[in-house]
């Protein structure tokens, strides 16, 4: 595949980076920030990228993968090279008060949750999450029950 394939790709697919930066970080300067970076290890990725599963899941995996290295890291390095072809993506600001409690609780949920979650309300099944998170799929299925338990409460008290 080539550089076009990829960008084509990534515009196609840029509402995952958008939810997943959205769920896991809350100021402006570190979701830019993670975007780039997202963006720049998916590149650097996109070469072992065979095809054996849907690109959005690849995606998800690399951008799920590269949040939880930021959030570890005290600060991001700047990537070096020029990604600025790939920031011509804007996520759309207006939402629901609805969505917007929906998104307070999910951040409110750990980090395994909150990917669980937000990979199961995109439509992935159980195998599919379970083959992102690296859990099993009996164990995606628990997981997932008891989030909906503890979101269900979380929405109700609001």
């Given at each position: 595949?080539?550089?076009?394939?990829?960008?084509?790709?990534i515009q196609q697919n840029r509402g995952i980076?958008?939810?997943v930066i959205r769920l896991y970080v809350n100021h402006p300067e570190d979701e830019a920030d993670l975007l780039q970076e997202i963006q720049l290890q998916a590149w650097k990725s996109f070469?072992?990228?065979?095809?054996d599963s849907k690109f959005s899941t690849w995606?998800?995996?690399?951008?799920l993968n590269t949040v939880l290295t930021f959030k570890r890291r005290p600060a991001l390095v700047k990537p070096e090279e020029n990604l600025?072809?790939?920031g011509g993506v804007h996520e759309p600001h207006h939402r629901s008060d609805e969505s917007e409690a929906l998104y307070?609780?999910?951040?409110?949920?750990?980090?395994?949750?909150?990917?669980?979650i937000t990979l199961h309300l995109d439509g992935y099944d159980n195998p599919e999450i379970a083959d992102i998170s690296g859990l099993t799929k009996n164990n995606v299925g628990?997981?997932?029950?008891?989030i909906k338990e503890v979101l269900t409460r979380r929405l109700k008290d609001n």
């Open positions: 595949m080539t550089e076009k394939n990829f960008l084509e790709l980076l958008y939810k070469p072992r990228f065979q095809g995606l998800y995996r690399v951008s600025e072809q790939l307070q609780a999910i951040r409110e949920l750990s980090e395994v949750d909150r990917m669980i628990v997981k997932l029950h008891r």
